[in-house]
């Protein structure tokens, strides 16, 4: 049965409009100019494949249903009260698989020494083998370190093949692609003779040096992608933590929470923002009055408080109405939405005032005095000439406060306002993994695997962002 | 200007009501006052009686926001929320849930925090100038090119790596300093280092990158060829022109936390243990204590209208536009 | 400071330096290539010489590379432009080959320069001492309390009054005038031999440009520096200029001594700007506007001459190779192929190219006179408050516009002139509703406009639009071409339906222009002048009979502003349209004006017929406004100078405002403001030299 999460259905919305954008951009040369240069751009493009790995997890992770129960009750099927998704079928090995405690990346024994009975009924405290990782190996000792390094170079072998598939693939398409369009900018075929197409298509991709960049990287993502898969197979690649999951899991599945709050956030400040900055900078008076009054009332409160403060309430309030949640998913989803909420609300301030700002600067421009010279309506004036004209700083807002908003759920995590405890996010990976610090040897992992996903994700993000204020800088387009 | 002040301090007045009133209607709007006195009183079995007793006691007998029963002023004064926001303008705070007065508490807690943000804010000031100079100097440069690579990376880090890192490496490894606590007087100075540090560290990225685009932009104006028109070296321009102009972007972004260094940091504080009023926050958080929450929240308000007036005042010292209009 | 009547010094002291002080010149620049980083030569091959005490201007409109030609001799250029070769000898030795730490003592020592905006060229948080100081410190061996007592030397060398007071001022608390004053007095810090002056009075008003002018000329007397000018004003140039280099797409095309190139243009491109200039001769004839624009900066080098494609003589040689510098005997050089086949062309002087303009376009309805009155304006006046306190109560009022009064018949053309700040942009924002007005009454075909509402004020919209100064400012860069023309026939519902519509765009593009394939495109794909073609493509689409124009030309190139100033005429004639003309531009009212009222300071100080007015001006401020104007044929001219500036309209002066600025200021003039005075038919002046 398919559930439908609240997050769920914002992360649809939030493609269908990005969707939708992209169709309205195509159409329109000067909309589409500032993302060709981001095309042109190495850093872009890499940072954007990396970042669309993520998002296709995330949204893997995002396609919820109840499985059915095998048992029928009065002939009506039965669900089960587990919310799974897409993504949990697809490495259900790895959810599955789980150990008894903590084990190290690739290992084949526990982490903690533990009593044991052998066969000849002697105890014996010793570090246990584990139930599935390498589990096939008859004397790990030995024959561990060969296995890994063999099932890594078959990985990055059959992930390298697999790379060079999909380079052709993606040119073959592009080709099929300036055939059907032949005069879209940067093919460079069309008028040559057919069987010159293909080498032109591929020659004409490797011109640039964002394509160059972006293949290259392709084939080094396969690779290391083809190894991780056959490694996982048999081994925890990340190690598990304290419960024997698979760290390298929960580390894929805190990726969707990331996204959720970097996107959501967003979408839920941007109407506040843009209604409210745009209407304080163009009708002035005492609409700007009151608006610049909310929002210094808002920002005068420390962020965190103000959504400790909230989060704190929301608490009170679900755990008052455990009613409405037919599972523990629907329940810790919505404390996600809340969050995301509470986040947009004390961050929307930020982005009202550079919106107002740029209005006002706006409105003294000729061509909305020329506009409204013909008695064009304000909200006429609003839609097409004002808004059109602050997209760019909303662009902009929303990738570079991406970033910002996945750093900050994680020390909200860790501050006990974040995400529900049992949601994973890289907040409660790093919060149930702190602890262990202590341990001697240290339990590295989990905090490694957080921190590097995260940073990974980050890093791919801020880049990004980069390149996006640059190429939508207004100077640019000047001439 | 000082009229232009005056009406920035009586501006301010709103806004805490404002505050007060935003921060009210967010726990009243999940929590009757019933609710508060059941789990004051202890949750179960508490007979309808106790909790109009404690309601008395406590002042939460009075309806929330208007009181329609009385007359004239008292329409808004006799109501919880006048009596209860009347107080906080007098800094008096209450008790929190354990029973101590909160106002003494936040005293007595101020001193730790800002034996580590003001250091944490002077030491990063200063670091981050330096090296947004030193970018701008090499500017289009490979230099500066591996310098913002370099902020791009250490931004993209999440905090609590820097923390928890930090406290690995120097405490736990190296063993240089303890890993957490805080004492008085001099000896203070071994447990103030490290998070000091790693304040300064955790924001270098993002902070450089800002000052450099400041310092970028005022490097593309016009006084600036003039200046080099004149025959001035390229560090005279840089720190006798640019940098006194971009003291007013600066300014703007950097006055205005100064009074909120009151408050220390939630996070450094509560990794490295001291008492300081952002440990005293998380606690109370995690201790859902809406008393101590409510008083920081208005605390943290005043501190912030404090700085935005504290900008207003540095701007005539650096732009002799507002200083002389 | 008194005005007073001060003849051009040029004619008693030009040509002696030139000849006296030959043989060593203080600038010699050799085949100075610039580039940028793709390799796009944006100035190539330049070569000129400036002799001591000569004044070489570099002439050319915007983006034809003259002051990337002034950052390479100072070796200023911006991130992504360097030099590529060429020479520049300074008194001999070579700038552009000298080390950074040595070039750094012949900037704004030997060779200093100045700047357009001086607004923005000042530091906004030093003291204007103090940044004159700080080229004293590094060019010169004063110290300590002689290096604050030489800038107010300096400060006073350069006229600015109360100097010790000033020098301790920022640039804030000084006007635009004021402020390039500083920038001069900065220059001359450092006993410069050669003074680079680019676009130095392109951003101050004319009467403040004829004092900058004047100024520079007496040091230049005084000091006997070389000056290398760059502008676009020809009439700049006529006043200023011993040699002339004309400018276009990177190269010098032409030069020669002023009084050469004024009497006999070589170059079709410089015939032709002298000829695309608006003056009272050519009043009822189109002018010879220059086909297409600059080329851009960034164009790839071509092996043709630049100009072929504007250029009527063009022939098949121009296209196909670039012509080579010939020098004629009489020293002018000019880079075309009429003159490198041996002097065939030289007799197309200006005359010839007049003629060769006129494309037998309509003349004029001269002399007809309209009576109806199209739009009546009275007594109308726009106040802003002033607002200060705690409680920001209105303590005084910025009288902007402070009792109008004016009539435009149909048909006609009525000029508002004046200075930047006297308020004519505000009073057409104010005829048209967009400022509401304080008091008065605007009355637009009989209907009264304030104080009408909304429904009312609709109706009455289509029939007066308002052109803007700013092409780049005044299309949305978000819409196509389309949609803005339909934009305010949709708001006015103008055609009943989308083919009607669309018919009516196209019908329109022709109409001023433009290719109808354009309405598909987007503003940040069209160039100055034709974003100024749509904009009139926009308001007529409303079939306005009144349109407000506020200074459509000035963010134009000569050329180019011809085009315009063509299509506004012909469209005059064709459609009958009414202009209000808001300029501070002379020669404009006088080819385009029929009656001209001039604006100070909020009220109108004289008003009639466009002849008269700028002929025979009665009121020492449109004297004074007039004198100020550099005339092009340069020769013999005579200026009444017009001391300070223009006072802020919060404070104006006790009564009449333009007293403490007036030669003729009598003791009445600082009691009473003067009332209308008749002096000619339809024409009266408020002055009390004419009470009677």
Known sequence: MPVILWTDAMIYLLLATGFAAALWIRKRPHLVLPWKRVADSSTGMVSLLFFSLFLLVGLLDSMHFRPALPEKIDGQQVYSAEVLSLFDVLASDMKSRSEKTYSAPLAAYLYAKESMETRDGTIIRDYPRLHHG???????????????????????????????????????????????????????????????????????????????????????????????????????????????????????????TGLVIGTVTTLVMLPFALLLGIAAGYFRGWVDDLIQYLYTVLSSIPGVLLIAAAVLMMQVYIEMHPEWFETSAARADLRLLFLCL???????????????????????????????????SSFRILTRHILPNVMHIILIAVVMDFSSLVLAEAVLSYVGVGVDPTTMSFGTLINSARLEMGREPMVWWTLAAAFGFMLVLVLAANLFADVVRDAFDPRLNQD | MIAYLIRRILYAIPILIGVNLLTFSLFFMVNTADDMARMQLGMKRVTPEAIEKWKQQHGYDKP????????????????????????????????????????????????????????????????????????????????????????????????????????????????????????????????????????????????????????????????????RAKGLSELHVLFRHILKNAMIPILTGVVVVIPLLFMGSLLTESFFGIPGLGSYTIDAINAQDFGVVHAMVFLGSVLYIAGLVLTDISYTIVDPRVRLQ | MKSGTVSNPLHSSSGDFTQDLGGQPILHVEDLVTQLRNGARIVDAVSFCIQRGETFALLGESGCGKSMTALSLMRLLPDGIRMAKGGARLEGNDVLALPEHAMRKVRGGRMAMIFQEPGLSLNPVMTVGEQIAEVLKLHSDLRGAEISRHSIELLEQVGISDAPRRAGEYPFQLSGGMKQRVMIAMALAGQPKLLI????????????????????????????????????????????AHQVGVMYAGQIIEQASRRQLFAQPLHPYTQKLFAALPNAERVGQPLAA???????????????????????????????????????????????????????????????????????????????????????????????????????????????????????????????????????????????????????????????????????????????????????????????????????????????????????????????????????????????????RIAIARVLAVNPALLICDEPTSALDVSVQAQILNLLKSLQDTLGLSYLFIT?????????????????????????????????????????????????????????????????????????????????????????YPAEAIVGPEHSVHCHLFRK
């Open chain 1, 134 to 256: 390498g589990a096939h190996l008859a004397d790990p000792a030995s024959e561990l370190q060969e296995d890994v390094l063999k099932r890594a170079a078959t990985g990055a072998a059959a992930g390298g093949l697999a790379g060079v598939f999909l380079i052709g693939l993606a040119v073959g398409l592009f080709h099929v692609f300036a055939r059907i369009r032949p005069r879209m900018p940067g093919s460079p075929s069309g008028h040559e003779t057919r069987a010159a197409d293909w080498k032109a298509a591929w020659t004409g991709c490797m011109q640039r040096k964002s394509v160059r960049a972006l293949m290259l990287t392709v084939l080094l993502l396969s690779l290391a992608l083809g190894m991780i898969c056959n490694l996982a197979a048999a081994y925890h690649v990340l190690g598990t933590d304290k419960v024997g999951q698979d760290v390298l899991y929960l580390a894929l599945k805190s990726i969707r």
């Open chain 1, 342 to 376: 509470i986040l947009g609300v004390t961050s929307w301030t930020g982005l009202c005032r550079l919106i107002r700002g740029e209005t006002l600067k706006l409105r003294e421009l000729e061509f909305i005095q020329a506009a409204q010279a013909f008695g064009v």
């Open chain 2, 64 to 227: 929330l926001l208007l009181n329609l029963h009385a007359s004239g002023g008292k329409v808004l004064t006799d109501t919880i929320f006048f009596q209860k926001s009347a107080r906080m303008f007098a800094f008096d705070f209450g008790m929190s849930n354990d029973g101590r007065n909160i106002a003494r508490e936040i005293q007595t807690r101020m001193l730790p925090s800002l034996a580590i943000a003001l250091p944490t804010f002077l030491a990063g000031l200063f670091v981050y100038i330096t090296f947004a100079l030193m970018l701008t100097l090499f500017r289009a440069t490979v230099l500066d090119m591996l310098g913002v690579a370099l902020c791009v990376l250490l931004m993209s880090v999440s905090s609590l790596f820097y923390i928890i890192g930090g406290q690995f490496l120097v405490s736990k490894l190296w063993h240089w300093v303890p890993i957490s606590g805080y004492a008085e007087g001099m000896d203070s100075f071994k447990f103030i280092l490290l998070p000091v540090l790693i304040g300064v560290i955790g924001s270098v990225g993002s902070s450089s990158r800002w000052y450099r685009t400041i310092f970028l932009e005022e490097i593309g104006r016009e006084y600036v060829r003039t200046a």
């Open chain 3, 197 to 240: 002056a680019d676009e130095p009075t392109t951003a101050l008003d004319v009467t403040i440009q004829a004092q900058v002018l004047e100024l520079l000329r007496d040091i230049q007397h005084e000091t006997g520096m070389a000056v290398l000018l760059i502008t676009h004003d020809l009439g700049v140039v006529a006043q200023m």
């Open chain 3, 290 to 532: 220059i086909p297409g624009n600059v080329p851009p900066l960034s164009a790839a080098p071509l092996s043709a001459c630049r100009f072929a494609p504007r250029c009527e003589k063009s022939w098949g040689l121009c296209r196909e190779q670039a012509p080579e510098w010939t020098v004629l005997e009489n020293g002018q050089g000019v880079r075309c192929h009429l003159y490198t086949s041996k002097a065939e062309g030289v007799q197309a002087g200006p005359a010839d190219v007049l003629l060769s303009a006129v494309h037998g376009v309509a003349q004029a309805k001269e002399g007809k006179q309209e009576t109806t009155a199209l739009l009546q304006v009275d007594r109308l006046q726009v106040h802003f408050p002033i607002r200060q306190g705690i409680l920001q109560r209105a303590v005084g009022y910025v009288k902007a516009v402070d009792g109008v009064s004016m009539t435009i018949p149909a048909g006609r053309t009525l000029a508002l002139v004046g200075e930047s700040g006297c308020g004519k942009t505000t009073v057409g924002k104010a005829l048209l509703q967009l400022i509401p007005p304080t008091a008065g009454s605007v009355r637009f075909a009989g209907q009264e406009l304030v104080g009408a509402d909304a429904r009312r004020l609709q109706e009455m919209r289509a029939g007066m639009q308002m052109i803007f100064q700013d092409p780049y400012a005044s299309l949305n860069p978000k819409m196509r071409i389309a949609e803005i023309l339909q934009e305010g026939m949709d708001a006015l519902s103008i055609a009943r339906n989308a083919g009607e519509r669309q018919s009516r765009i196209d019908e329109l593009l022709v109409q001023v222009g433009l290719d109808q394939a354009s309405k598909w495109r987007y503003p940040h794909e069209f160039s100055g002048g034709q974003r100024q």
């Open chain 3, 584 to 672: 501070h531009n002379l020669a404009v009212v006088e080819y385009l004006a029929h009656e001209v009222y001039v604006m100070y300071l909020g009220r109108i100080v004289e008003r009639g017929p466009a002849k008269e007015v700028l002929h025979f001006p009665r009121h020492p401020y449109t004297r004074a406004l007039l004198s100020a104007v550099p005339k092009i044929d340069g020769e013999g001219m005579k200026s009444v100078r017009l001391p300070g500036e223009m006072p802020s309209p919060s404070r104006p002066p006790e009564g009449c405002h333009f007293h403490a600025r007036c030669e003729h200021a009598m003791p009445e003039c600082s009691e009473a």
